[in-house]
């Protein structure tokens, strides 16, 4: 598979138009900054990461991709969003990170190139944004190694989702931004466990996350209706 056949370039513009306020902790991405904390720790309880090698799938501008460089032996983070991996590096310098590294790179192809070479693979808040989400779990299970862990987030098809993560996200509280997220393209967690076992991904861990609106914080739940984490392990 080329580098471009799994995407929607439609969504890779909405992440690059907005690519300067990645870092800036009050902008769209404020989300992902609030529930940084959350997912590290919980990626540490099943993996504690010092000594290996990651891959970040989606990685965006590197938020989480940075917060796990500071723990692991290193961590490289692809995109294909050409200005937010530009955001990502830059960024990386003025952390001072020497650890992380970038790369333009569909995970399709680089699962041809490093297959079986990571110890973690994530990909966050990714997967609603393309058109065939099994390919992506196909290929982040051809990227680590027997026995390694993979790490999806990812949001339900649910009436409560669209409640929440539409309407209430994107149109009540804003905020995200209004078309951040097409419900078509969310992912019942079924779905993404029949891509998991046929990719020969063992679920270990699967959590709901909730937000409360007036706290502003997240947490983590038994309730994987809206917004799920799912931690697997290859067979
Ligand atoms: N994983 C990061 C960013 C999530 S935002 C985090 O959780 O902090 C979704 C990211 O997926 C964006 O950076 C977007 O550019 C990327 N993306 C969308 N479609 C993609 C594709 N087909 N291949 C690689 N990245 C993609």
Redesign the pocket.
């Known amino acids: 598979m080329t580098d471009f056949n ?3 370039p439609s ?2 513009s909405k ?2 138009d907005l690519a300067h306020r990645w870092w800036d902790k009050e902008s769209e ?1 404020k989300p ?1 900054h609030d529930m ?1 904390p959350l997912r590290l720790s919980w990626i540490e309880e099943c993996t504690p990461l010092a000594g290996l090698k990651v891959l ?6 590197g ?2 991709a940075e917060a796990m460089a500071a723990k692991a032996s290193s961590v490289k983070g ?4 050409t200005k ?1 991996l530009k955001v990502a590096q830059l960024h990386a310098l003025e952390s001072g990170l020497k650890n992380v590294s970038y790369e333009e790179v ?2 399709e192809s680089l699962a041809q190139r490093e297959g079986g070479q990571y110890d973690v693979v ?5 997967l609603e ?2 058109p065939d989400f099994a390919s ?1 779990v196909k290929s982040c299970s051809q990227l680590v190694k027997p026995g390694g862990h993979v790490y999806f ?1 990812t949001i339900n098809r649910s009436p409560k989702s669209f409640l929440f993560a539409i309407l209430g996200a994107e149109y009540i509280l804003n905020i995200l931004p209004k078309g951040t997220h097409e419900y078509a393209k969310f992912i019942k967690p079924s779905e993404l466990a029949r891509a998991q076992r046929e990719s020969g991904l063992q679920e270990i861990d699967i959590k709901g996350m909730g937000y409360n609106p007036l706290t502003k914080r997240f947490s983590l739940n038994q309730d994987v209706s809206v917004n799920y984490w799912v931690a697997t392990q290859k067979i």
Do not use: K
């Open positions: 799994n995407v929607d969504e890779l992440f690059s991405f992902l940084n970040d799938v989606g990685c965006g501008g938020i989480l692809i995109d294909l969003a937010s569909s995970v994530t990909c966050m808040e990714m944004h393309v992506v987030s």
